[in-house]
């Protein structure tokens, strides 16, 4: 007969699993007394957890996710799968700052979700490449119409001080955005750099009253005054005015000393830019081909709208350390600096994205164009019939534009304009019928 006897023993895992639960344990309580601390504090917008998840849903273009109450303490959550921000009873209703803030953390899930999925959708072709962020690339197919048109790359409200990037711009042209965002981290860290080189530089030379030179020279001449106060020193150790120029002597070491600290930050700063690298240059004859072939299709287009070719397209890299961007785009066109004109080249730009062979690959075949043609009559019919011959030829866009019917009946009664607007006319706005019954005033 033979016997069992369960045998027990350490298995040095289960360390790692104590400290799991310890850590966790440790997080849950940090948790629930800062949520508790700040639970009793009242926001002062007034608003409950339920409203600010749904206005900052809405701020952010969301309106298929769904804010629901569910039971319990802290068991909010964002659910992927039935688009909803669930929010516990201590939160659904509650006007505390802890409760707002727990509604924002969870409307941050749906706000990644939202973005993940558009993403995935528009760059499905890529294979993982980099791209640009789904806002990025939306800033020149969805135009501001407060950015006046007056710029191909200024795609927002012209009152932002909003920095340009061209990353989507690069990213449909073909360009590596890795190289692009390696050389902008570059500038950035030149100017950082150079930003306490200067802050140093007005400090040794106050403000710019004295030069370098000059300051070298008042450390030598300290160096030596300090030197002849030491040998001093020994001579009148037993001298009653001893201990004064020994207050002296300190006050000199201690000038001496910064003075020293920011010359050697000096040195250090113009040896750090000295070896810095200069910014990467994008080789653009890589893609050669593309630029070529998309500066075709801007002269086909512009040809075709103005009846001339009297327009260019370039793209150039700068290797200037102080420039904001590595990378210069240029569209220069005939008349150039004229209202009218700075729109039609904002729209021949566009169209060429959105119809060029390649670089509508990486296109989302979608564009919106918000009162755009505050045009010259010729230039307004030349666009929209240039936008017919394109529906002949592609079934696959879709183009979105606001237009004052007004300014093109004349133009449809003689058959001008070879598209059919009523067919093509999605949305019509009047005094009597005005968009979601609202009165718009631009500020």
């Known amino acids: 007969m033979y016997g069992y006897m369960p045998m027990y023993y350490f298995d040095p895992t289960y360390v790692l699993i104590i400290i799991g639960v310890l850590l966790s344990m440790g997080a849950s309580a940090k948790l629930n007394a800062t949520y508790g601390r700040y639970s009793s504090v009242a926001s002062r917008c007034g608003m409950t957890g339920a409203q600010a998840a749904q206005r900052i849903l809405q701020s952010q273009g969301i309106y298929d996710v769904t804010v629901r109450h569910v039971s319990g303490r802290l068991t909010d959550h964002y659910d992927p799968r039935s688009k909803t921000v669930n929010l516990s009873d201590t939160v659904y209703g509650s006007t505390s700052i802890a409760a707002i803030g727990v509604a924002a953390h969870e409307c941050g899930h749906a706000i990644q979700d939202a973005r993940d999925y558009l993403t995935g959708i528009i760059f499905s072709k ?8 789904f806002r990025n690339l939306f800033s020149i197919l969805m135009r501001d119409e407060r950015s006046e048109f007056t710029d191909i790359i200024k795609c927002h409200d012209l009152t932002k001080k909003i920095p340009d990037d061209l990353s989507a711009h690069l990213y449909l042209l073909g360009f590596s955005l ?66 004064a120029m020994e207050a002296d002597l300190i006050e000199l070491e201690d000038l001496l000393d910064q003075l020293r600290k920011r010359q050697k930050a000096l040195r250090y700063d113009y040896e750090k830019i000295r070896k810095m690298p200069k910014p990467e240059q994008i080789d653009d004859r890589e893609i050669k081909k593309i630029i070529d072939d998309f500066t075709d299709t801007i002269l086909q287009i512009h040809e075709f709208i103005m009846g001339n070719k009297e327009c260019s ?98 133009e449809e009664q003689r058959k001008l304009i070879q598209m059919n607007i009523d067919e093509h006319q999605v949305a019509v706005f009047t005094k009597k019928k005005k968009f979601l019954g609202r009165d718009y005033q631009e500020k």
């Open 126 to 133: 890529l294979n993982g490449k980099k791209v640009p962020s």
């Open 178 to 243: 890795e190289a692009y965002k390696n050389t902008i981290e570059t500038i950035r860290e030149i100017e950082a750099v150079s930003t306490v080189l200067t802050k140093e530089k007005k400090e040794l030379t106050q403000d710019g009253k004295k030069k370098i030179s000059d300051v070298r020279a008042e450390l030598n001449a300290l160096e030596d005054e300090l030197q002849k106060l030491e040998d001093a020193i020994e001579s009148f150790k037993t001298n009653e005015s001893f201990n």
């Open 313 to 410: 397209f370039s793209i150039q890299t700068i290797d200037k350390a102080r420039r904001k961007t590595p990378v210069e785009l240029t569209l220069r066109i005939y008349d150039d600096g004229s209202h009218s004109v700075d729109r039609t080249k904002v729209f021949i730009y566009d169209m060429a994205l959105l119809f060029n062979q390649y670089t509508r690959d990486r296109h989302p075949l979608f564009l919106v164009h918000d009162n755009i043609f505050d045009v010259d009559q010729d230039t307004l019919v030349q666009c929209l019939n240039y936008l017919y011959k394109q529906e002949e030829q592609y079934q696959d866009f879709q183009y979105i534009l606001t237009l004052n019917r007004d300014k093109i009946e004349s």
